[in-house]
């Protein structure tokens, strides 16, 4: 079992910047894939990154360039450094993780990301 606990959403104004963590906490193995998801409303729920093992990110179109994902495998935490905010980006953000390919995706609490205009 995998639980996640997040931290540091919030509200920002446009051109501003966030940075979301999510620890991992599991009693044993270890995670393979972590990342995030977002969902604004009436909008299903996206991916925005995700980050492997080895450290091989990939981006959703909508971040790229101004999202930055990085994991530290000891810690069992990831990071997103969200810069150049924009009033799109508002959603909840929900970190996810899985411990290989087979397993279950293990989310978060969801955490509320605000940008104003």
């Known amino acids: 079992q995998v639980q996640l606990v997040?931290?540091?959403g919030g509200l920002v104004q446009a051109g501003g910047s966030l940075k979301l963590s999510c620890v991992a906490s599991l009693s044993t193995g270890s995670i393979a894939v972590m990342g995030w998801y977002r969902q604004a409303p009436g909008k299903q729920?996206?991916?925005?990154?995700?980050?492997?093992?080895?450290?091989?990110t990939s981006y959703?179109?909508?971040?790229?360039?101004?999202?930055?994902?990085?994991r530290d495998n000891?810690?069992?935490t990831v990071y997103l450094q969200m810069n150049s905010l924009r009033p799109e980006d508002t959603a909840v953000y929900y970190c996810y993780a899985r411990?290989?390919?087979?397993?279950s995706i293990a989310w978060g609490q969801g955490t509320q990301v605000t940008v104003s205009s």
């Open 6 to 8: 997040e931290s540091g």
């Open 45 to 56: 729920r996206d991916i925005v990154a995700f980050i492997d093992r080895g450290g091989t």
């Open 60 to 70: 959703a179109d909508s971040v790229k360039g101004r999202f930055s994902l990085s």
């Open 74 to 76: 000891a810690k069992n």
């Open 99 to 103: 411990r290989n390919a087979q397993s």
